[in-house]
C-alpha cells in the first residue's frame, strides 16, 4: 500500500511536468511585440511594445534582451524600442537650433527648425540688414540710390552711405567779389535774362555782375530783379550793388525793393540794397543820376538756411521790361 502511493505521486509529477513543457512550446515568445505596436509612426506616449516597460528606457529586443533607446533620443526625437529596434519618434513643441539669428525655433520632422531673423528694420537703400552673432547689423550695398540732395546728381552708395557728386554751378567759382560776369542789359525795354545757381553748401557764397547800358534818358534803365526756388523753405539774401561806369552818380542807388547796403572792396564802398527772405525775393535798384551813363551792378546771393541745397534763379531785366 505504501508503495502503491509513492508511485502515484511520481506518476502525477511526471503528468504535471509534460503539462507544463506542453503549455510553454505552444504558446508566442513573450517578449515578442504585439502587432499592435510594429510600425515607424508610433506615439511615444502610448506605444506599448516594449510590454509594459517604460518607453524608451528599458524596452526588450526580440531575443528578450533589455534595449535602451535613450541614445537616440534629443530634444525634438524620443528614442523608442519598435519591434525590437531603437527608432527616433519624432516629438513637436519648441527647442533650440542653436542658431542666435533664428526665432521661434520649433520641431519639424525631427529637427529643431528656426525662422530666420528678420533684420529688415535695419536696412536701407545702402544697407541691406543681416543678423550677426544675434543682432541685427547694416551690411553696405552698392548700387544708385537718392541722396535727397538737389544739388547732387548721380547718387551712388559709397560704403553705406547714398553720396551724390555736386551738381555744376555754371556760376563757380564765384566765392568773391566781383563774381562771374553774365550778359548785360542793353536794350529798351528789352526782356529778362536768366541766372541760374546754387547756393551750395550752406557757406557758399555767389558774386555775379553784369552792365546795365544808359540809351537814353526817355527810355531809362535800372534793375529789377527777382531770385526764385524750388525751395518752399529755403531762405536768401540777395543784395544788388551799383557802381558808376563813368560817373558816381549811377553808383549811388535807391532802393524801390530791399534795403540799402554797403560793400567795402579792397578800393572802395559799393552802395546798394539787399533783401532776405524765403524766394521770391524782389529787388529793383534806381541809379540817383539816369543820365551818367552805363554802370555795373553786382549781385551777391547768399544762403540763410532751411535747406541743405538752396537751387535758385535770378532773373534780371530793364525795370520797365515785361
Ligand atoms: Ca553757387
Ligand atoms: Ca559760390
Known sequence: MEIDNVMHLRRTALLGIIAAALYLGGCPTPLSPRPADAGAQVDAGTFDGDMGLPDGDLAA?????????????????????????????????????GDSCTDNDTCSGGKCVGKSRDCSKVKDQCNKGVCDKGACKKVPITGACNDNNSCTENDTC?????????????????????????????????????????AYPATDVD??????????????????MTLTSPSTTATFQICAFHKGKTCTGSGKPSCLKGTAATYTTSTETLKGCCASGKAPLKMETKPSNLSCGSFFVYVRVKPLGGATCQEYKISYKNHIAP
Open 158 to 198: 559709397r560704403s553705406g552711405v547714398c553720396e551724390g557728386t555736386k551738381k555744376k554751378d555754371d556760376q563757380e567759382p564765384n566765392d568773391t567779389y566781383p563774381g562771374k560776369k553774365n550778359p548785360g542789359i542793353n536794350s529798351c525795354p528789352g526782356t529778362a535774362k536768366w541766372v541760374t545757381g546754387a
Open 207 to 224: 558774386w555775379y555782375n553784369f552792365t546795365y547800358f544808359y540809351k537814353a534818358v526817355n527810355c531809362p534803365v535800372w534793375p529789377k
Open 61 to 97: 529586443s526580440q531575443d528578450g534582451t533589455a534595449l535602451n533607446c535613450t541614445k537616440l533620443s534629443d530634444q525634438c526625437n524620443n528614442g523608442v524600442a519598435v519591434s525590437g529596434k531603437c527608432v527616433k519618434v519624432p516629438k513637436t513643441g519648441s527647442c533650440s537650433d
